[in-house]
């Protein structure tokens, strides 16, 4: 499956589902990061690590490790 | 130890998600009446206050730290949310006020719906309002406090917009409260994240019904009148227009987050932050430099020169003096850290550095304790809290003292003017940059080794991760950056004050006991002479000097005596004693026009004790150059590293690791020079 690591600059997608084995899980879904939400990538930094994501009408910027967890549709 | 409600006044805790605008309204609840506690026997700090004499209201206010949710999530955030039900001195709250950023409600929310699920009293504080205007959104705060069963209120802490409601609807609810405060339940939130999900998709529904599309932004003014008339214009895209990010935002990002430009504007913001940081502050410097010299002789010439004159003159006025030299940098430093994070750019700037930071085993979070080094340890290591990651944190703090300080200004600066050709002083400012540079890429090695350590040294186990907000960019309000400013600094007084002038009164006495009063012949030298041969004489005579002797066989093979031992030895007070300590042990006196011209001159006459060979050579001035980078020569950084890390692993760790490297790098260089003939 698709994760949100892998979008484009500028890729709209629709969250599917949160890797729950994934430390950072929790907290992602406590910051909104929750299935059915709109993301798009919206800057990344040099070696596209960490990214800026649009989600809920605020910026947050994750590790691309964390991203990785945020299966898409 | 919990006092029953009714004994105390009323206890409020504010509560919020970090960048919910929590610690804007407590400063400005609070004016400068609160003082910062740390929970007992945690590292997490809280402030606690009473409200500003002018709002009349009795009650104790809280500030916690900031939370997303009330399931915990590290060991600090257990902590803040243990005491939060009940805290450990005060008791349960009597009333909570969340502070809820009204542009970015879904998210923010969730912490409400589980305050409410845990039966807590709340009132919401809605912050931001003017970035929900300029998205074109209003919200019907009626309405929010009809789903949530709580009043709800709009208010701008950097103005003070709305506060007065706040007030006085706080008042309300004390009066109407009966006096046995309702028992919080801690509401047992399982793991599920099922039931996160849930809460959000009730939220969202709440979101829909209390936001309001704009349909003519030139009601702005009538909002609140106008919500009625309003609502039926209820655009049911609203929830679509809400969750578009601000687009002035997504506009300056486009230059400030580029690959390239973005890594320009980074690279100069520093280089500006740092440049003032030095140039900005050096007239206030020499301000504080020359009053507290000048209060320093007149106060000998009023008590006279006996062992209680020079106590207060050079224990106490010298001691303080040290202090406060470095305040004009601490505050210059707060203020463009202040200006910086308040516009939003701090926080990108973090995300920009944090990949090169995680490959030595920090993080994005480290870089602004890290940049608050170059100023001074002792704030920078008390700015490692906002990172949430405890292996990450004490990495940081670890590597701290090695960040180049301004204490060691002076010492470089004199140690460069030794061996610069007068007619090349030109050469200093690119020696100094090149010093500068050497030690972040030494920094950077040896907090990659310790990275590679890790277990053997700092053993935690933590997922590390970056997960930050990047807030909304806003045009900073001067007066709450002053505010902070203020605030910080006398926080970095009272914390690292009382421990900087204890320790220099202990090395004044070091460096003056037992010889006090030393006996000298007096025949015809002027007083000046006679006060500085004086000087010279206890402290050649004195316990740091016995201390120096004893340390001599370590100082030999670096190319050094027992004299320079003792400048370093009294340089534990402050770096920059050390240049004042050589000036008094080689006799200078001031005849020449500065007293770094005549320290070095004194330098280059003075000869290994009993020999014609020449002491101070290039060699072993790059070598204590060298020394200077590495060691940890301050002891109250050694005191707040302990005080921060919660025991003596580190600071320990950071005396053997940083002193031997010191040592083992300068005998390289010292001896490596002198066998290359470069003596």
Excluded at chain 2, 187 to 194: L, Q
Excluded at chain 2, 652 to 659: G, M, N
């Amino acid at each position: 499956m698709k994760s949100a690591s892998q979008l484009k600059l500028g890729e709209k997608v629709v969250i599917k589902n949160i890797d729950s084995s994934h430390p950072s899980s929790r907290r992602l879904l406590e910051i909104g990061f929750t299935p059915g939400q709109e993301i798009e990538l919206i800057n990344s930094s040099v070696f596209n690590d960490p990214m800026a994501f649009s989600i809920r009408g605020t910026l947050i910027a994750l590790r691309r490790n964390e991203a990785g967890c945020i299966k898409v549709e | 130890m919990n006092l029953p409600a009714t004994a105390r006044s009323p206890l409020i805790t504010l509560v919020g998600p970090p960048n919910s605008g929590k610690t804007t309204l407590f400063n400005y609840l609070s004016g400068n009446n609160f003082k910062t506690v740390n929970y007992p026997g945690a590292t997490v700090e809280y402030s606690l206050g009473k409200f500003q004499s002018k709002f009349s209201l009795k009650a104790i206010l809280l500030d916690s730290p900031g939370i997303v949710s009330l399931i915990p999530n590290s060991p600090d955030e257990v902590v803040a949310v243990k005491s939060l039900y009940s805290h450990p001195e005060l008791g349960p709250p009597d009333l909570i006020i969340v502070t809820v950023d009204a542009s970015q409600l879904s998210r923010h929310l969730l912490l409400v719906s589980q305050l409410k699920k845990s039966n807590f009293r709340i009132v919401i504080a809605l912050t931001m309002v003017d970035i929900l205007q300029r998205k074109k959104l209003a919200i019907d705060t009626i309405k929010l406090g009809e789903l949530f069963s709580c009043d709800v209120v709009k208010i701008d802490g950097r103005s003070g917009k709305g506060v007065d409601n706040l007030i006085s609807k706080v008042e309300n609810i004390f009066s109407s409260m009966n006096h046995k405060s309702t028992e919080s339940t801690r509401a047992n939130f399982c793991n599920d994240t099922n039931d996160l999900i849930d809460t959000f998709n009730k939220i969202e529904k709440i979101e829909a019904e209390v936001l309001i599309n704009l349909v003519d932004p030139s009601q702005l003014p009538n909002i609140s009148k106008a919500n009625k008339q309003l609502r039926i214009l209820i655009d049911p895209k609203s929830k679509i227009e809400c969750n578009k990010i601000d687009a002035r935002t997504l506009k300056i990002d486009r230059i400030l987050l580029h690959r390239i430009w973005g890594l320009v504007t980074f690279f100069a913001v520093m280089t500006l932050t740092f440049t003032s940081i030095f140039w900005l502050a050096e007239p206030l410097i020499s301000v504080v430099d020359s009053l507290f010299s000048l209060l320093s002789s007149e106060s000998l010439k009023l008590f006279g020169y006996g062992w209680f004159g020079d106590l207060v003159a050079n224990g106490i006025i010298s001691g303080t003096g040290s202090i406060l030299v470095f305040v004009p940098q601490i505050i210059i430093l707060f203020l463009i850290l202040g200006l910086l994070e308040d516009t939003g750019y701090l926080a990108r700037g973090a995300m920009l550095i944090d990949k090169p930071l995680s490959k030595i085993g920090l993080n994005g979070k480290s870089f602004v304790p890290m940049l608050s080094g170059f100023a001074c340890a002792i704030p920078a290591i008390l700015a490692t809290r906002t990172i949430p990651n405890r292996r990450e944190r004490l990495l940081t703090i670890f590597i701290i003292p090695l960040m180049s300080c301004s204490a060691r200004l002076p010492v470089y600066a004199l140690l460069l003017a030794f061996i610069l050709p007068s007619d090349k002083s030109w050469l200093g400012g690119f020696l100094l940059a090149s010093i500068y540079i050497f030690s972040i890429v030494a920094s950077a090695i040896i907090a990659g080794i310790i990275n590679k350590l890790r277990n053997k040294l700092i053993k935690e186990e933590d997922n590390s991760s970056f997960i930050l907000e990047l807030p909304a960019y806003r045009i900073p309000k001067f007066k709450v950056v002053i505010h902070n400013t203020i605030t910080s600094t006398t926080s970095y007084l009272r914390k690292a004050g009382p421990v900087i002038l204890t320790l220099s009164l202990f090395l004044w006495m070091l460096t003056s006991f037992p010889n006090i009063n030393p006996s000298i012949d007096k025949t015809g030298l002027t007083k000046d002479e006679i006060l500085n041969l004086t000087k010279a004489e206890r402290l050649s005579t004195s316990y740091a000097a016995d201390l120096g002797k004893i340390i001599q066989p370590i100082m030999t093979p670096i190319g050094m005596d027992w004299r320079v031992g003792v400048s370093l030895i009294a340089a534990f007070a402050a770096r920059e004693v050390f240049v004042s300590s050589l000036a008094l042990i080689f006799k200078v006196t001031s005849d020449e026009t500065t007293l770094q011209n005549s320290i070095v001159s004194a330098m280059r006459n003075a000869t290994v004790e009993d020999t014609e060979q020449k002491l101070f050579t290039a060699s072993t001035i790059i070598g204590l150059i060298i020394y200077f980078i590495f060691a940890m020569q301050c002891l109250s950084t050694i005191a707040v590293s302990r005080k921060e890390s919660g025991g003596w692993r580190i600071p320990i760790l950071q005396i053997l690791i940083f002193t031997a490297a010191a040592y083992v790098f300068t005998f390289i260089s010292v001896n490596g020079l002198r066998a290359l003939g470069w003596d």
